[in-house]
Each structure stands twice: as structure tokens, then as C-alpha cells.
Nanobody, 124 residues
Framework: VQLQASGGGLVQAGGSLRLSCAASGRTFSNYYMGWFRQAPGKEREFVAGITWSGSSTYNADSVKGRFTISRDNAKNTVDLQMNRLEPEDAAVYYC??????????????????WGQGTLVTVSS
């Protein structure tokens, strides 16, 4: 499955952004999808995940209550709504597909397909 992330940009602290990931190729609706981020000098970290049906979502503790992941299988998209952004949220954000597990994966090695990343910058 090919993934294309978009929606990044510059936002002030406290503001909002909505990232979107468009999928093509293999049947998108079969896969657990995730968003990760990587800041300069840091490891890639899990942000949020959503099962194929959308019935279950998972969030990193650092974004709970602020970020919401959702998907539209009819449009082959998975979105990440980010509210109350903080400078610590600044990073390149990646969408990814786990082709193996039903849900709950949080480690990057569980995800076989990756988008190219979209940069989020948060000014304080």
C-alpha cells in the first residue's frame, strides 16, 4: 500500500492542524493504521493508531486529549486532528500501515508501509 501524508505546516502554540494520509494500492480498509513522528535527534515515536474498522483507537500518553485519529475507508484516508499544539509536538509526521496485526501496535518495526512524512512546526 502506498501512503501520502499532507497537511503539515507552521502553527502557533495552542493552535490546531489536521494531517491527512491518502492510501492507494492494496486494500486500505484491511489494515491497522498509525501516525508516528520524529523530531531532530530523536527516535521515531508512536502518536496514534486506529483499527481497520475504526472501532478502536490508540494514543500516546503525550497526545491524549489533544490528538484524534480517524479514518474513512471509502476515501482511503486516515487523518490526525491535532489540537492545543505544543512546541514539543514539532516533528516530521508519518503515516504508516501495519499489514499484520489487528491493532495496538506501537513500534515502528510493526509497520511495513510508510508515507513520506509531513513537517509540523510549532512556534512558542
Amino acid at each position: 500500500v502506498q501512503l501520502q501524508a499532507s497537511g503539515g505546516g507552521l502553527v502557533q502554540a495552542g493552535g490546531s492542524l489536521r494531517l491527512s494520509c491518502a492510501a492507494s494500492g492494496r486494500t486500505f480498509s484491511n489494515y491497522y493504521m498509525g501516525w508516528f513522528r520524529q523530531a531532530p535527534g530523536k527516535e521515531r515515536e508512536f502518536v496514534a493508531g486506529i483499527t481497520w474498522s475504526g472501532s478502536s483507537t490508540y494514543n500516546a500518553d503525550s497526545v491524549k486529549g489533544r490528538f484524534t485519529i480517524s479514518r474513512d475507508n471509502a476515501k482511503n484516508t486516515v487523518d490526525l486532528q491535532m489540537n492545543r499544539l505544543e512546541p514539543e509536538d514539532a516533528a516530521v509526521y508519518y503515516c504508516a500501515a501495519d499489514l499484520t496485526h489487528y491493532g495496538g501496535s506501537t513500534h515502528p518495526t510493526d509497520f511495513a508501509s510508510w508515507g513520506q512524512g509531513t513537517l509540523v512546526t510549532v512556534s512558542s
